[in-house]
């Protein structure tokens, strides 16, 4: 820490108790100075030497026949006057960083100025913190944090600004030039880098990191670091990446990590100002490396502390341009009062729909594109993909609420488009978690339910696990059943090098489902829960063809025989009805009789013995 001494005479100055403080001297005292609640016995002619407010105030107090001079308001208490007292004296005097500013703010209200003496206190100062104070690092933090209570003097004789412009330079400056001391204690490569505040004198500069500066000025108020931080983005030679570090280094640094103490009565109105001051210092270059987790933790904090919905939806907007970037643990935003589910869907909902936004607004988003467009679009941005993973986790997670209304799943379901879904394992598992969680739904809400999901994009696992889940309606059931039966034909022709063309099936209403399922549904559930399957493992007879087929060479892998029962006996079910009519499904659907011509009476024999079995 750098110093000034000043005046060569001992220090003469005695206490009496904690408000008396005179000088020890041959000479009596004439004068009675009051500041604060201290009294000062003195001398006139020295004090008026130096100061000309003094000179005007003991000339007031000798026209009034008195020997006291009450200073109203005085800068610095008094410990300031004092200094500027022994000044006066010509006694020692050491300024340093933490009362220099109270002595130059002193100095300025007793007018110790030039024009009364050469080489005045107010000069001495200024030469001291212009060629001192400025010059270092830490001191200039810590003259900084002493203007607080010394304001607007301090504002006004340029103090706090000089401090500032000071710091924000030298955050700007090259790690290579750092030569000065500084506090590093995250991250370190190696436990010796900083030893006592500094660096050690044998280590390299190249070592001195580019966020050197960000846990120093972390001890400065609120007030003060919004300036600071301010000064050196307007530089404009800091990195958005090491602005934004600095930031969670502060946040960090003052937000309590209980949430009682951060929503107490105490400190609620500083953790509000604390939340949205980083919010509005966060860089606004879009590409900047802000983590998501970040920003989510930041949104958290936002919404138990009750700031502003300007920085509220600022924290929302940036979160939707890094929503890939999300997990589910960080999109978990606890609800408040009076919503009553235990998340914040709405708000999650709200930030999906701009992230959406965002991606039309892109330059390469072409709405009207084709099928193939839009899978060279998904092949191209791999971070939609990555959003549509982390919704459909999210969707799991909040599935097991039970005060989720069935409408909020859906739309957020839905609020991801179609492309971004390649496989709907992930959205299966949401709706089979939701469906566990809400057995009171009605047969209605549940067909609503299961066509977010499309059969055909299952992976053979989730098709497996569908197949047996008790859970499902029993037409979603069938359609799986018979999209695997597709998958397995489709394999076969692939394989035997015989491709054939599959003839385009008709749609029969819901209706007509229904009447050709109901006859055979009790006696379709009670095997579904007689029958079960071991994960990875299929029985030995679980095969759709005989083994008499032509096209059981192929050795594929088929569906279980409890899968292959449910299936046969719906289609035996559907043969009695009328060999014209096919199997309705969520998508474009197509009857297993035109995929696999020459093994329809083979399989319809084999189905219709087995329903007699049954029966």
């Not at 300025?108 to 690092?137: A, C, H, P, Q």
């Not at 044998?202 to 960000?214: L, N, R, T």
Request: charged share 25%; with cysteine.
């Amino acid at each position: 820490m750098k110093f000034m001494k000043l005046g060569s005479k001992p220090d003469t100055f005695q206490a009496d108790g904690k408000c008396i403080r005179y000088v020890i001297s041959d000479l009596a005292t004439d004068v009675t100075i009051i500041v604060g609640e201290v009294k000062f016995h003195l001398h006139k002619f020295p004090l008026m030497s130096k100061s000309n407010r003094l000179q005007k105030l003991a000339l007031k107090a000798s026209e009034e026949n008195s020997d006291e001079i009450d200073m109203v308001d005085f800068p610095g208490g008094p410990k300031a006057f004092e200094i500027c007292a022994k000044f006066c004296y010509g006694m020692t005097v050491t300024l340093n960083a933490y009362n220099v500013v109270a002595a130059r703010c002193a100095a300025e209200y007793l007018e110790m100025t030039e024009d009364v003496d050469r080489g005045n206190l107010i000069f001495k100062i200024e030469v001291f913190i212009n060629s001192s104070i400025l010059r270092s690092w830490k001191d200039s933090i810590i003259v900084l944090q002493t203007t607080k209570s010394l304001l607007p003097w301090s504002e006004n004789l340029k103090i706090v600004g000089r401090c500032i412009d000071s710091i924000a330079s030298k955050t700007s400056v090259d790690p290579a030039n750092v030569t000065w001391s500084y506090t590093y204690n995250r991250k370190l490569s190696a436990p010796e880098i900083i030893v006592k505040g500094g660096m050690k004198y044998q280590e390299k500069i190249e070592s001195v990191p580019k966020d050197w500066w960000v846990e120093d000025i972390c001890e400065l108020e609120i007030f003060l670091y919004k300036r600071v931080m301010t000064a050196v983005k307007s530089k404009g030679r800091m990195d958005g990446a090491i602005i934004v570090e600095a930031l969670k280094t502060y946040a960090v640094r003052w937000l309590p990590d209980s949430v009682d103490a951060l929503i107490s009565d105490v400190h609620s109105w500083r953790n509000k100002l604390l939340v949205e001051t980083i919010v509005c210092l966060l860089p606004s270059d879009k590409g900047v490396s802000c983590s998501c987790s970040f920003l989510l933790k930041l949104l958290k904090v936002a919404i138990l502390v009750g700031v502003d919905d300007s920085a509220r939806e600022d924290l929302m907007n940036r979160i939707s341009l890094r929503l890939h970037e999300a997990s589910v643990k960080d999109l978990l935003i606890p609800a408040r009062s009076p919503q009553t589910t235990i998340y914040d869907v709405g708000m999650v909902h709200s930030i999906v729909n701009q992230c959406m936004i965002n991606e039309k607004c892109s330059q390469d988003l072409d709405l009207g594109k084709n099928d193939v467009g839009c899978t060279d679009f998904v092949l191209g941005h791999g971070s939609l993909l990555s959003v549509g993973k982390v919704i459909d986790g999210y969707l799991e997670e909040i599935a097991r609420d039970p005060n989720l209304s069935l409408a909020s799943f859906i739309d957020l379901a839905r609020s991801i488009p179609e492309f971004v879904r390649p496989v709907h394992d992930g959205l299966y598992k949401a709706i089979d978690m939701y469906l566990k969680e809400h057995l009171s739904l009605t047969k209605a809400e549940r067909k609503e339910l299961c066509s977010l999901m499309d059969v055909k994009k299952l992976t053979m696992d989730a098709s497996m696990h569908a197949a047996q889940n008790d859970r499902l309606p029993l037409r979603v059931v069938v359609q799986v059943l018979f999209f695997e039966q597709v998958r397995a034909s489709a394999g076969v022709q692939s394989l035997n090098n015989n491709p054939r063309d599959a003839s385009r099936s008709t749609t029969n209403t819901e209706e007509e489902w229904e009447k050709t399922a109901a006859e055979d549904c009790n006696s379709i559930k009670k095997q579904m829960n007689q029958t079960k399957i071991k994960e990875g493992e299929f029985p030995k007879n679980g095969k759709f063809l005989k083994k008499d087929s032509r096209n059981s060479k192929s050795g594929m892998q088929l569906l279980p025989s409890r899968s292959r029962r449910i299936f046969d006996k719906l289609w035996v079910v559907r043969k009695g009805h009328g060999e014209n009519k096919s199997s309705e499904t969520s998508g474009s659907s197509q009857s297993p009789t035109s995929m696999v011509p020459g093994d329809t009476k083979s399989a319809a024999s084999s189905a219709k013995h087995r329903r007699h079995s049954i029966s």
